[in-house]
């Protein structure tokens, strides 16, 4: 039975916090180091951190806009935090403007091809849709 019973102030869930001699002193909210990924110390270091937001920027333009977004996400407290990094933040911001610009015109696209269509575009409906190259063409064989 005394085993289970601990006299500790500081294991008790129903402590009165006032009463803590030493409220900061919670190592998570008051350290001041802040780490270039989210996974923080466990993460990359500071150069490869230079090198990985470089390559998603990049590849980024090679018609993978999703890596402008795991880069963002990737690197949040670079992003949260305006002065730290700044080789980072660089490229993790112009990958956040990339993405953004990404998707606002995928989504336009999109919307005004599934809510418009042929009664928006008229006759020039033929001409942007994509289901009849082939027949536009003379590929297809069924005409």
């Excluded at 006299?7 to 001699?21: I, V």
């Excluded at 001409?127 to 005409?143: E, H, I, P, Q």
Aim: charged share 15%; glycine share 6%; with cysteine.
């Amino acid at each position: 039975m005394e085993a289970s019973r601990s006299d500790d102030a500081n294991l008790s869930p129903n402590r009165d916090r006032r009463s803590n001699p030493n409220p900061t002193h919670n190592p998570i909210l008051s350290s001041s180091q802040i780490w270039p990924t989210i996974d923080g110390p466990l993460g990359l270091t500071e150069e490869a951190s230079v090198d990985y937001a470089r390559r998603f920027y990049k590849f980024g333009f090679a018609l993978l806009p999703w890596l402008w977004a795991v880069n963002c996400f990737y690197f949040w407290p670079v992003l949260r935090h305006s002065r730290a990094f700044p080789q980072i933040r660089n490229h993790v911001v112009r990958s956040a403007i990339g993405f953004s610009v990404f998707t606002v015109l995928l989504s336009a696209w999109a919307l005004t091809f599934s809510i418009g269509g042929e009664q928006l575009f008229g006759p020039v409906w033929d001409k942007l849709v994509m289901y009849n190259v082939a027949d536009r063409l003379g590929l297809s064989g069924l005409t």
